[in-house]
Nanobody, 117 residues
Framework: QVQLVESGGGLVQAGGSLRLSCAAS????????MAWYRQAPGKQRELVAA???????DYAESVKDRFTISKERAKTTLYLQMNSLRPEDTGVYYC???????????WGKGTQVTVNS
């Protein structure tokens, strides 16, 4: 089992910044893929950014050059630095962990990000 706890969400004006954190604990495997997803009201959950255990990253087109995903040295805390925020970035942001086995797929409870215009 892997437990994920997100923090750092909040209310911000358009053009502002936020930094989300996700603390992972439990049976965290060194081989993994961690990611941030978001879900806006009435919309499906979508991938925002992902980072592999080898530190390869991938971003949704809508957030490229504005958001940065990273992990701290011990690789048990995931971050999402969000700059130049837009109202369309509003939603609940979820942390996701996937280990090397198909059953190893865990979600945090989410943190709300609201961007006012």
């Amino acid at each position: 089992q892997v437990q994920l706890v997100e923090s750092g969400g909040g209310l911000v004006q358009a053009g502002g910044s936020l930094r989300l954190s996700c603390a992972a604990s439990g049976s965290v495997n060194s081989i993994n893929l961690m990611a941030w997803y978001r879900q806006a009201p009435g919309k499906q959950r979508e991938l925002v950014a992902a980072i592999s255990s080898g530190d390869s990253t991938d971003y949704a087109e809508s957030v490229k050059d504005r958001f940065t995903i990273s992990k701290e040295r011990a690789k048990t805390t995931l971050y999402l630095q969000m700059n130049s925020l837009r109202p369309e970035d509003t939603g609940v942001y979820y942390c996701n962990y996937r280990g090397p086995y198909s059953a190893s797929n865990y979600w945090g409870k989410g943190t709300q990000v609201t961007v006012n215009s």
